[in-house]
């Protein structure tokens, strides 16, 4: 499902929602135990997993090169929150009746030609992200990031209109 988007001053907050037929310890620890964040955002990497504790970024381009981001909100199995670029990314989990629910949002300033490929990142890692709760590893479907990434290119123009 596409994320909703909206304007806020001179950037935007994505929200991607998804339910997920697994409880909440097993979805957050998809979301913050490194062996697993590795096969749906491969350039995240926790270190210190706390409030002020910091998330590391790989560049995964053979550089060796990295930088740290820091965490702005952590409550354990609820909320991971961190600094991403200008802006952040903000993860919350829930309980529900048949499992759980994830809502990521994600703070975007300025918005630029790499909006639309932020957005369909999260979007495809998402994918995965569900795909192995379920048992299921892929590696990074080009493909679909083709196919959305025109859903989201069309998605942030109609935000600058």
């Not at 909206?6 to 979805?27: M, Q």
């Not at 529900?96 to 703070?107: A, T």
């Not at 992200?129 to 069309?154: C, I, N, R, T, V």
């Amino acid at each position: 499902m596409q994320a909703v988007i909206e304007k806020e001053g001179k950037g935007i907050i994505a929200r991607f929602d998804r339910l997920l037929n697994h409880p909440v310890e097993k979805v957050w620890g998809a979301l913050t135990e490194n062996d697993k964040v590795e096969k749906w955002m491969s350039n995240l990497e926790m270190k210190d997993l706390r409030k002020d504790g910091t998330i590391k970024f790989n560049f995964n381009d053979g550089s060796g090169k990295s930088f740290d981001m820091k965490i702005r909100d952590f409550r354990e199995s609820a909320v991971l929150d961190f600094e991403w670029g200008d802006g952040w990314v903000r993860f919350e989990v829930y309980p529900e009746k048949d499992g759980s629910s994830l809502v990521l949002k994600e703070s975007i300033t300025p918005v630029n030609d790499h909006t639309s490929k932020d957005l369909v990142g999260w979007h495809i890692c998402l994918d995965m992200f569900s795909d192995l709760l379920d048992g299921h590893h892929q590696d990074f479907p080009m493909d679909e990031w083709e196919k959305w990434h025109k859903e989201y290119m069309a998605a942030v123009k109609r935000m600058d209109g």
